[in-house]
């Protein structure tokens, strides 16, 4: 029988290959399947039959079995399922791939080549599947789908570079007793050095600069044990790791022999105390590890182990149940005896010269909560009072009906719903909690919604059966749609301060990849994020369904994704929920839990970040742009003409893009429609013609478009008559369709350019002189390499065959994409960094000029005016950049004929070049806009009122507080305002044209003689609705005193009301990082400088050095670092300039 199933299976096999080149490509992939099926079937039966001749035969020698039927039955044996892992083209994940897949399928003899291209479709995914997605299942196109997928991800150039980038980025060891890290960090080395020499790479190429990188990571007593074992002068990579692999294993084996720590429960056994009789009560009190009450995501913390005074244990005070027994009068009596302070309890000092900056949270004062005489009982009912003495941290009592303990890895059951209620509609982030009896809504959507309270309700709530007390919450009634807009219900809700700020989004490629495939749009993953409108953060849980209302909304239907990982239908959408990725031995979890804070004082730690950023983000970002200019350097190029060629700065792990074809072919229509209607089709497709003879497109033959990724760009037409250009096309790389990424989502975008203009402005009015030029056509003069053009292509008519669509792609740098800003800053610094040694001044003040294409500038002569113009275009001629529309402001000398009137943009604002004067650019302004007014429109308005120097504050105020009231009022963006709001809005912008007449000098020292004594003078204000600042630079001589206004800003006040002295805080805060700012730009640190406000309050907290509260204690630090609190002077109300945008009447300015 075993022999007979051999034989027809081979026969089978050779009908099988004959037949398949008979069957059409629509009926190849059932007829595979059955293949697959029968062939499963003749495994089993020669593996039974097998079976039954061992059980047989089993006391017969082995020998007299023939050799054939051990041959057969070995190959047939039903051995576990082989798992290979999808590939989704990292590059550093195709070896490890390729060499399971080649050994398992490619290499298969009993698999025909339909079958090995069915099993490789089957395991990919991502870009990797997007390269052979157009090939049909055909024995030949399975050996071209190889070698495209080889040339693209096996090129090994790039596999050797990701794997030395993987050894640049291993991970510092601090510690070497952390055996667990160090384990993890070898084995990477290992791995990465295997895969290295698999490629055939010479560990004698690499190792003088990868050895003194892996040394400092490591620890110094190791690197210490290191030099001393070193056999030579020169470093060897297997030297090195021999080294680590004796080391790690010598700390290993020593683990073994560690004594083992004891794990018993610790138990509190508390002293009598003789002149008490109350029974003292032993059960233990919550964990140490405290949870911050401004946010429902708590992180546990490591708290330092204080012996407490009380008891001599390690724990704080506020966490000892014997000190709760005792009465006030015994606690201050211990406290005494031990000479301790009654503030911070640490012995041997006195309350009055107490640093601590602990207070009271019954009643404000400085001295321990356990102390008050105010409501003393509360202590006794199990409540825990931490005190601790980082000003950072506040007592907080925390209540929770859920207990979901989870890490960065794991997502909850979040999903995004639509809130309605009568007219307003909005989209807010919600969480189904099976832990809670009752379901909530955020008083923030309550207020905003203007939801109608159908009731009151006193619950009460608990963590882990722990802290306990009834709350009273208004009950609503809402209805709930889902993003589909095919599903409502009614929910009912009570209010809650706070539910849950940020928790994690999914977001691994391969997990949103598998819901894609599956068709499952999950409303809250992080490719959705713009869904969300409220704008404080989009990531906050506003709604949080419980197991009352949970029941009838699940559908039963679930989707597994991995084995920890599930995908759950609802009626209001899809939900993720599990874990997702490896998860690391991190000290910090996460919380979810309905939370109640009693003390609301996070909100106000935030005013630090009111657009005035602070120095903690700017570091963070530098170190982001720092990065992206690494992956520049590591990647530009220089063609034999001079001309720099770039790559994409590509987002590490970035989703999948697709190839956007479908929305290129719809924006191409209607592109075609306009250009036909302006009847400029013919001068469109011209600019293109030009572009491709010089080299900056080339068109795409249709055969080899599937050989790898691709990308279509939409774009459309700009038209502007008074240019030489009448019609230009434009690109949109934010196109996208959903559920799917655009190409800017996948792109480093670089720095925020924006906030150079202000720098850039103070340096453009130093001078005597102010000069301004541009690039000719900046972006199309850096190439692009070849791999990456392929992901800028575009569609347009063929102007030969009418009615067909060619496909052309960009060669050079594409404006439009987000990152291209980047990359020219990024080549024009590199190109002047490498400047000729005769050229280096000139290069440096052009590296301070540049925003984007257009160069800034002022000069003192005309001497350097002459000198600085032909130096920097012979600079930059030879990056072919060619610098052009020079404009200057006029010389003594020789006075141009030009218009009066002549002005010219320079940094959003216009520049009058015979008058040398700067107003703002109100053309957009002056337009008549019909139909209501709205929040929309108020917010229109304002942006097109662009002022870098800030001398519109007063104007600018007014419609900013505008705004403010209507979003108290929870108005839509389209809703139509009350009439009070309009009638203000209107008259303000009645009184807009005067603006048209207001003009600053353009230089800050026009009028200052030479012997002018100068000094800078900072002026601070605030009122209940706004804080503001400006600067002025004063030059007094014997004959005249004359001020210059140099920078302004102005602040609305935060929606949580602060007193007047506090934001009078703020603006003096905000003042000295202005000023901070404008002085090294200007030069002027030499100079004097005063700082002015008609707070005696602020003034009096910057000037004493004490333990101030909270809020006040940070401000007057950052104060007092950034200027001399002797500096700092009163000044009348009247007199402060500050206090012209307090008022809003701008007429007066």
Same mark, same amino acid.
Request: net charge positive.
């Given at each position: 029988?075993?022999?007979?199933?051999?034989v027809?299976?081979n026969?089978?096999?050779?009908l099988?290959?004959?037949?398949?080149?008979?069957?059409?490509? +629509?009926?190849?992939?059932?007829?595979?399947?059955?293949?697959?099926?029968?062939?499963?079937?003749?495994?089993?039966?020669?593996?039974?039959?097998?079976?039954?001749?061992?059980?047989?035969?089993?006391?017969?020698?082995?020998?007299n079995?023939?050799?054939?039927?051990?041959?057969?039955? !070995?190959?047939?044996?039903k051995l576990?399922?082989?798992?290979?892992?999808?590939?989704?083209?990292?590059?550093?994940?195709?070896?490890?791939?390729?060499n399971s897949?080649?050994?398992?399928?490619?290499?298969?003899?009993?698999?025909?080549?339909? !079958?090995?291209?069915n099993?490789l479709?089957?395991?990919?995914g991502?870009?990797a599947?997007?390269t052979?997605?157009?090939?049909?299942?055909?024995?030949?196109?399975?050996?071209?789908?190889?070698?495209?997928?080889?040339?693209?991800?096996?090129r090994?150039?790039?596999?050797?570079n990701t794997?030395?980038?993987? @050894?640049?980025?291993i991970?510092?060891?601090?510690?070497?007793?952390?055996?667990?890290?160090?384990? &993890? $960090?070898?084995?990477?080395?290992?791995?990465?050095?295997?895969?290295l020499?698999?490629l055939?790479?010479?560990?004698?190429?690499?190792?003088?600069?990868?050895?003194?990188?892996?040394l400092?990571?490591?620890?110094?007593?190791?690197?210490?044990?290191y030099?001393?074992? $070193?056999?030579s002068d020169?470093?060897e990579?297997?030297?090195?790791?021999?080294?680590?692999?004796?080391?790690?294993?010598?700390?290993?084996?020593?683990?073994?022999?560690?004594?083992?720590?004891?794990? &018993?429960?610790e138990?509190?056994?508390?002293?009598?105390?003789?002149?008490?009789?109350? %029974?003292i009560?032993?059960?233990?009190?919550?964990s140490?590890?405290?949870?911050?009450?401004?946010?429902?995501?708590?992180s546990?913390?490591?708290? &330092?182990?204080?012996?407490?005074?009380?008891?001599?244990?390690?724990h704080?005070?506020?966490?000892?149940?014997?000190? #709760?027994?005792?009465?006030?009068?015994?606690?201050?009596?211990?406290?005494?005896?031990k000479?301790?302070?009654?503030?911070?309890?640490?012995?041997?000092?006195?309350?009055?010269?107490?640093?601590?900056?602990?207070?009271?949270? @019954?009643?404000?004062?400085?001295?321990?909560?356990?102390?008050?005489?105010?409501?003393n009982s509360?202590?006794?009912?199990?409540?825990?009072?931490?005190?601790?003495?980082?000003?950072?941290?506040?007592?907080?009592?925390?209540?929770?009906?859920?207990?979901?303990?989870?890490?960065s890895?794991?997502?909850?059951?979040?999903?995004i719903?639509?809130?309605?209620?009568n007219?307003?509609? *909005?989209?807010?982030?919600?969480?189904?909690?099976?832990?809670?009896?009752?379901?909530?809504?955020?008083k923030?959507?309550?207020?905003?919604?203007?939801?109608k309270?159908?009731?009151?309700?006193?619950?009460?709530?608990g963590?882990?059966?722990?802290l306990?007390?009834?709350?009273?919450?208004?009950?609503?009634?809402?209805?709930?749609?889902n993003?589909?807009?095919?599903?409502?219900?009614?929910?009912?809700?009570?209010?809650?301060?706070?539910?849950?700020?940020s928790?994690?989004?999914?977001? /691994?490629?391969?997990?949103?990849?598998?819901?894609?495939?599956?068709?499952?749009?999950a409303?809250?993953?992080?490719?959705?994020?713009?869904?969300?409108?409220?704008?404080?953060?989009p990531?906050?849980?506003?709604?949080?369904?419980?197991?009352?209302?949970a029941?009838?909304?699940?559908?039963?239907?679930?989707?597994n994704?991995?084995?920890?990982?599930?995908?759950?239908n609802?009626?209001?959408?899809?939900?993720?929920?599990?874990?997702?990725?490896?998860?690391?031995?991190?000290?910090?979890?996460?919380?979810?839990?309905?939370?109640?804070?009693?003390?609301?004082?996070?909100?106000?730690w935030?005013?630090?970040?009111?657009?005035?950023n602070?120095?903690?983000?700017?570091?963070?970002?530098?170190? #982001?742009?720092?990065?992206?200019?690494?992956?520049?350097?590591?990647?530009?190029?220089?063609d034999?003409?001079?001309?720099y060629i770039?790559?994409?700065?590509?987002?590490?792990d970035?989703?999948?893009?697709?190839?956007?074809?479908?929305?290129a072919?719809r924006r191409?229509?209607?592109?075609?429609?306009?250009l036909?209607?302006?009847?400029?089709?013919?001068?469109?497709?011209?600019?293109?013609?030009?572009?491709? %003879?010089?080299?900056?497109?080339?068109?795409?033959?249709?055969?080899?478009?599937i050989?790898?990724?691709?990308?279509?760009?939409? *774009?459309?037409?700009?038209?502007?008559?008074?240019?030489?250009?009448?019609?230009?096309p434009?690109?949109?790389?934010?196109? %996208?369709?959903?559920?799917t990424p655009?190409?800017?989502?996948?792109?480093?975008?670089?720095?925020?350019?924006?906030e150079?203009?202000?720098?850039l402005m103070?340096r453009f009015?130093?001078?005597?002189?102010?000069?301004?030029?541009?690039?000719?056509?900046?972006?199309?003069q850096?190439?692009?390499?070849?791999?990456d053009?392929?992901y800028?292509?575009?569609?347009?008519? /063929?102007?030969?065959?009418?009615?067909?669509i060619?496909?052309?792609?960009?060669?050079?740098?594409?404006?439009?994409?987000?990152?291209?800003p980047?990359?020219?800053?990024a080549?024009?610094?590199?190109?002047?960094?490498?400047?000729?040694?005769?050229?280096?001044?000139?290069?440096?003040?052009?590296?301070?000029?540049?925003?984007?294409?257009n160069?800034?500038?002022?000069?003192?002569?005309?001497?350097?005016?002459?000198r600085?113009?032909?130096?920097?275009?012979?600079?930059?001629s030879?990056?072919?950049?060619?610098?052009?529309?020079?404009?200057?402001?006029?010389?003594? +000398?020789?006075?141009?004929?030009?218009?009066?009137?002549?002005?010219?943009?320079?940094?959003?604002?216009?520049w009058n070049?015979?008058?040398?004067?700067?107003?703002?650019?109100?053309?957009?302004?002056?337009?008549?806009?019909?139909?209501?007014?709205?929040?929309?429109?108020?917010?229109?308005?304002?942006?097109?009122i662009?002022?870098?120097?800030?001398?519109?504050?007063?104007?600018?105020?007014?419609?900013?507080?505008?705004?403010?009231?209507?979003?108290?009022?929870?108005?839509?963006?389209?809703?139509?305002?009350?009439?009070?709001?309009?009638?203000?809005?209107?008259?303000?912008?009645?009184?807009?044209?005067?603006?048209?007449?207001?003009?600053?000098?353009?230089?800050?020292?026009?009028?200052?003689?030479?012997?002018?004594?100068?000094?800078? *003078?900072?002026?601070c204000?605030?009122?209940?609705?706004?804080?503001?600042?400006?600067i002025?630079?004063?030059?007094?001589?014997?004959?005249?005193t004359?001020?210059?206004?140099?920078?302004?800003?102005?602040?609305?006040a935060?929606?949580?009301?602060?007193?007047?002295?506090?934001l009078?805080?703020?603006?003096?805060?905000?003042?000295?990082?202005?000023?901070?700012?404008?002085?090294?730009?200007?030069g002027?640190?030499?100079?004097?400088?005063?700082?002015?406000?008609?707070?005696?309050?602020?003034?009096y907290?910057?000037?004493?050095?004490?333990?101030?509260?909270?809020?006040?204690?940070?401000?007057?630090?950052?104060?007092?670092?950034?200027?001399n609190p002797?500096?700092?002077r009163h000044?009348?109300?009247?007199?402060?300039?500050?206090?012209?945008?307090?008022?809003?009447?701008?007429?007066?300015?």
């Amino acid at each position: 029988m075993l022999e007979q199933l051999t034989v027809e299976s081979n026969e089978l096999k050779n009908l099988d290959s004959q037949i398949e080149e008979f069957v059409s490509d +629509d009926k190849l992939e059932k007829e595979v399947k059955e293949v697959a099926e029968y062939t499963q079937k003749i495994i089993t039966w020669k593996f039974r039959a097998t079976k039954k001749i061992r059980e047989r035969t089993k006391n017969v020698d082995s020998l007299n079995v023939p050799s054939s039927c051990y041959k057969e039955s !070995s190959s047939n044996i039903k051995l576990p399922k082989l798992s290979i892992s999808k590939f989704y083209g990292q590059s550093s994940l195709w070896l490890s791939f390729w060499n399971s897949f080649e050994s398992a399928i490619h290499e298969n003899d009993s698999l025909s080549e339909v !079958s090995k291209f069915n099993y490789l479709k089957a395991h990919l995914g991502g870009s990797a599947l997007s390269t052979i997605e157009g090939f049909a299942l055909t024995p030949e196109n399975y050996e071209i789908a190889i070698k495209l997928l080889k040339e693209r991800f096996g090129r090994s150039d790039v596999l050797i570079n990701t794997h030395l980038n993987n @050894l640049l980025r291993i991970c510092p060891l601090k510690n070497s007793d952390d055996i667990v890290s160090f384990r &993890k $960090m070898f084995d990477n080395i290992q791995t990465e050095i295997r895969s290295l020499e698999s490629l055939n790479v010479l560990k004698e190429t690499y190792q003088n600069l990868l050895c003194p990188l892996l040394l400092k990571c490591l620890p110094p007593d190791l690197v210490l044990e290191y030099n001393k074992s $070193m056999k030579s002068d020169k470093y060897e990579i297997n030297e090195l790791v021999d080294f680590l692999s004796i080391q790690l294993k010598a700390k290993e084996r020593s683990l073994m022999y560690a004594s083992p720590v004891s794990s &018993k429960k610790e138990k509190y056994s508390y002293p009598r105390y003789d002149s008490s009789s109350e %029974k003292i009560n032993n059960s233990r009190c919550f964990s140490s590890k405290r949870f911050s009450s401004s946010d429902l995501i708590s992180s546990e913390v490591k708290t &330092k182990t204080n012996a407490c005074i009380f008891y001599n244990e390690l724990h704080v005070v506020g966490d000892c149940n014997y000190s #709760l027994s005792l009465s006030l009068e015994q606690r201050k009596k211990i406290l005494s005896k031990k000479a301790a302070c009654f503030i911070c309890s640490k012995p041997f000092h006195l309350a009055k010269f107490c640093k601590s900056k602990i207070v009271c949270t @019954l009643c404000g004062k400085r001295h321990l909560s356990i102390l008050c005489n105010q409501d003393n009982s509360v202590l006794k009912n199990n409540t825990h009072l931490n005190e601790n003495k980082d000003d950072n941290n506040l007592l907080n009592e925390n209540f929770t009906l859920a207990n979901n303990l989870c890490s960065s890895e794991v997502y909850l059951q979040t999903l995004i719903v639509s809130v309605e209620n009568n007219y307003l509609k *909005h989209y807010v982030r919600s969480i189904i909690d099976l832990g809670s009896q009752r379901s909530y809504v955020s008083k923030y959507v309550a207020d905003v919604m203007k939801l109608k309270c159908v009731g009151e309700q006193t619950v009460t709530h608990g963590l882990f059966g722990g802290l306990k007390r009834p709350e009273n919450h208004k009950k609503y009634s809402i209805e709930l749609r889902n993003t589909e807009n095919n599903f409502s219900c009614n929910v009912e809700v009570m209010d809650q301060n706070k539910i849950c700020t940020s928790l994690p989004k999914l977001k /691994d490629p391969k997990n949103i990849e598998e819901l894609k495939q599956l068709g499952i749009f999950a409303s809250d993953i992080c490719l959705n994020e713009n869904l969300c409108l409220y704008e404080n953060d989009p990531k906050e849980i506003h709604i949080l369904l419980g197991a009352d209302t949970a029941a009838r909304l699940f559908t039963g239907e679930i989707k597994n994704l991995s084995p920890d990982l599930i995908a759950m239908n609802t009626k209001l959408g899809w939900t993720v929920i599990g874990r997702s990725g490896i998860i690391e031995n991190d000290s910090s979890s996460t919380l979810m839990s309905l939370l109640v804070n009693d003390v609301n004082i996070s909100d106000l730690w935030r005013l630090d970040t009111l657009n005035i950023n602070d120095p903690a983000e700017n570091q963070s970002r530098k170190e #982001l742009e720092e990065a992206a200019k690494e992956h520049f350097e590591r990647s530009v190029k220089r063609d034999n003409e001079g001309r720099y060629i770039v790559s994409l700065p590509w987002i590490h792990d970035h989703p999948p893009l697709p190839d956007g074809r479908k929305i290129a072919e719809r924006r191409l229509n209607s592109c075609i429609k306009a250009l036909e209607r302006a009847e400029k089709l013919v001068d469109y497709d011209d600019v293109f013609q030009d572009w491709q %003879k010089e080299g900056i497109i080339e068109e795409v033959d249709p055969m080899q478009e599937i050989k790898q990724g691709q990308h279509f760009l939409p *774009h459309h037409p700009v038209f502007k008559e008074n240019s030489t250009t009448k019609v230009r096309p434009v690109f949109d790389g934010s196109a %996208k369709e959903r559920n799917t990424p655009s190409i800017n989502d996948c792109l480093k975008k670089g720095p925020n350019l924006v906030e150079l203009i202000p720098s850039l402005m103070n340096r453009f009015r130093v001078g005597k002189y102010g000069v301004i030029a541009d690039i000719k056509k900046a972006f199309l003069q850096i190439g692009l390499q070849e791999r990456d053009r392929p992901y800028l292509r575009f569609l347009w008519k /063929d102007r030969g065959r009418e009615g067909n669509i060619k496909i052309l792609q960009h060669k050079r740098v594409v404006f439009g994409i987000s990152s291209s800003p980047f990359l020219l800053g990024a080549t024009l610094e590199l190109h002047l960094k490498n400047a000729s040694d005769h050229l280096t001044e000139t290069a440096q003040q052009l590296m301070r000029y540049f925003y984007v294409d257009n160069c800034v500038f002022s000069v003192n002569t005309k001497k350097e005016l002459a000198r600085f113009i032909s130096e920097s275009q012979a600079l930059l001629s030879t990056a072919k950049f060619e610098l052009r529309g020079w404009e200057h402001s006029p010389t003594e +000398d020789k006075i141009e004929e030009r218009q009066e009137d002549l002005k010219v943009p320079v940094l959003g604002l216009l520049w009058n070049l015979p008058k040398d004067t700067m107003s703002l650019d109100m053309k957009g302004l002056m337009k008549e806009d019909k139909g209501p007014t709205t929040k929309r429109k108020i917010l229109s308005t304002v942006h097109r009122i662009f002022d870098p120097i800030g001398f519109s504050c007063p104007v600018t105020l007014e419609p900013k507080c505008l705004l403010q009231e209507c979003w108290k009022l929870g108005l839509s963006w389209d809703a139509e305002l009350p009439l009070l709001i309009t009638e203000r809005f209107e008259r303000w912008k009645m009184k807009l044209p005067k603006l048209n007449a207001l003009q600053i000098p353009r230089c800050v020292r026009e009028d200052f003689a030479e012997d002018s004594k100068l000094s800078i *003078h900072v002026f601070c204000d605030a009122s209940q609705s706004a804080y503001a600042t400006c600067i002025f630079l004063r030059a007094e001589s014997a004959d005249n005193t004359s001020c210059q206004l140099i920078q302004a800003r102005n602040r609305v006040a935060p929606l949580k009301k602060i007193s007047i002295p506090r934001l009078e805080l703020l603006s003096c805060t905000i003042g000295a990082r202005l000023a901070k700012a404008t002085i090294s730009e200007l030069g002027l640190e030499k100079i004097p400088i005063f700082y002015w406000s008609d707070s005696m309050n602020a003034l009096y907290w910057i000037k004493r050095n004490e333990n101030w509260a909270t809020f006040v204690y940070n401000r007057v630090l950052e104060i007092r670092k950034l200027t001399n609190p002797e500096d700092w002077r009163h000044i009348s109300g009247t007199l402060n300039p500050a206090d012209l945008p307090m008022q809003r009447n701008y007429t007066r300015f």
